[in-house]
């Protein structure tokens, strides 16, 4: 979370420092009027500068993962981003309106201005002529994103509402670039400000049309089947293997893959729950929280066709700590798993205790997780919720009484990660030491 609030605060800083350069808060004549004209230039650059950081960020660039700690960090920052920019692109859409408001209302009365200075440029001259469009569309562009953005946070909408209607988040952007390109103040292109914007909205443009043509991460995308599907009742969770038909890099235990089992849907990020072996297969544990994926055990079946396009994330379990702390909330244990088993393969006698908390046992499942441990040498703690009760940080602490010294990684449902990571924290454990996906994709 650090890295994520770090950007964004340096995001919102560089584009603050920018603008003041290019326009320093200089107030002449009216008093509300020139504050107002200052205050929707700020808004508006600071609205238009991370909406197109969001855009580039929804290409899922894997060159930021080691900046930002995952894809998963990186899909957390595009969410505030969009917060960020919604709310104050709805500053910006008041100061513009609102004045206009209560001059129609006869609150305020409207200074007298001259004609606006000739331009010499063609290009300038031309978007000057353009304004009365340009602000039309900007505040319908920002009414329909408004609209997008709050099916995007509310969670009652299905995935793939959200998915379809993101999209079109794509087009909404652009007519939100027409805007900012006319009306951004002809002074500004000539100050690194502009240069900035003018980068920023080309390279958001181009994340936008890749948006709306569906070619997001078109070179991570591998073709394959699905191999195998074994259910296991006790927990709810479906395992699906699947073989792979076309070239994939490779991936490292804890990272994760979009996959997509129905074109319909589109594609759901699920965590690799196998080490790679170098031969064409992966598997992925699949757990009923959401209404599509409460159909598949029902409706997947060998054969069908599977795209996988990844692999992403930077849960890697990387770190010099002479001890490692593992905990597991349900099917947070799939990260774990594929690591259990690329540790079979390798030499170290680094102790590791896996804790894995559920409230649904399967005792099938559970075997074959004691089995997993004892050949890659890990110990392995398991707590039935309505058996052992909640497991907390003091319970880890008596358990390990090295903990201190070690590194915690934790996958499960978000409550429990931050009560743990809370916990730990007040008992002195360093948060850089403390590695948690943020497996929530919007």
């Known amino acids: 979370m650090k890295k994520i609030k770090v950007a964004l605060v340096l995001i919102l800083a560089t584009l603050s420092l920018l603008w003041w350069w290019a326009d320093p808060l200089l107030v002449q004549g009216d008093t509300f009027f020139a504050v107002r004209g200052i205050a929707v230039n700020y808004t508006g650059v600071l609205a238009m500068g991370i909406m197109s950081i969001a855009m580039i960020l929804a290409l899922r660039p894997v060159a930021l993962e080691p900046v930002l700690g995952g894809m998963d960090k990186a899909y957390r ?30 609150w305020l009365e409207k200074p007298a201005r001259g004609p606006r200075p000739e331009q010499t440029v063609e290009l300038f001259r031309f978007f000057q002529e353009q304004r009365g469009l340009a602000e039309t569309i900007g505040e319908w562009a920002f009414y329909a994103f408004a609209v997008l953005a709050a099916i995007a946070l509310i969670k009652r909408f299905p ?15 652009l007519a939100l670039v027409v805007h900012g390109v006319v009306l951004l103040p ?12 003018a980068a920023l909205m080309a390279a958001g443009s181009y994340a936008a049309m890749l948006s709306l043509a569906g070619r997001i991460g078109r070179t991570q995308r591998a073709q394959a089947k699905v191999e195998q599907l074994v259910h296991h009742p006790g927990n709810h969770v479906l395992e699906v293997g699947v073989r792979l038909d076309s070239r994939w890099p490779g991936h490292q235990a804890g990272q994760f893959a979009f996959v997509t089992f129905d074109p319909h849907e589109g594609p759901h990020p699920f965590t690799i729950s196998s080490a790679w072996q170098d031969d064409g297969r992966m598997r992925f544990m699949i757990k009923p929280l959401g209404d599509y994926t409460r159909t598949l055990p029902g409706t ?56 894995y908390s559920t409230a649904a046992a399967d005792e099938g499942f559970i075997a074959q997780l004691r089995e997993l441990a004892a050949r890659a040498r ?9 058996r052992d009760g909640r497991l907390d940080a003091e319970r880890i602490c008596r358990t390990v009484p090295d903990w201190a010294r070690a590194g915690v990684w934790f996958c499960g449902p978000a409550g429990f990660g931050h009560a743990l990571r809370q916990a730990f924290g007040a008992r002195g454990l360093d948060a850089e030491r403390f590695h948690q996906e943020l497996f929530e994709m919007r």
């Open 77 to 106: 920052l595009h969410k505030w981003l969009g917060i960020a920019g919604l709310s104050i692109g709805a500053v910006h859409w008041l100061w513009a309106k609102g004045a206009k408001w209560a001059v129609g209302w006869g």
């Open 159 to 173: 995935y793939r509402r959200f998915l379809q209607t993101h999209r079109v988040m794509a087009a909404v952007y």
């Open 186 to 197: 002809f002074d500004y292109w000539l100050r690194p400000i502009g240069v900035l914007m």
């Open 300 to 355: 997947l079946q060998a054969g069908d066709p599977v795209q996988v396009e990844g692999p992403y994330g930077r849960f890697d379990f990387a770190g010099e700590h002479p001890h490692q702390i593992w905990v597991a909330g349900g099917i947070g244990i799939t990260p774990f798993i594929a690591r259990l088993q690329a540790l079979q393969k390798q030499d170290g006698d680094k102790p590791i205790d896996l804790f």
């Open 378 to 386: 890990v110990k392995l703690h398991v707590l039935v919720t309505q």
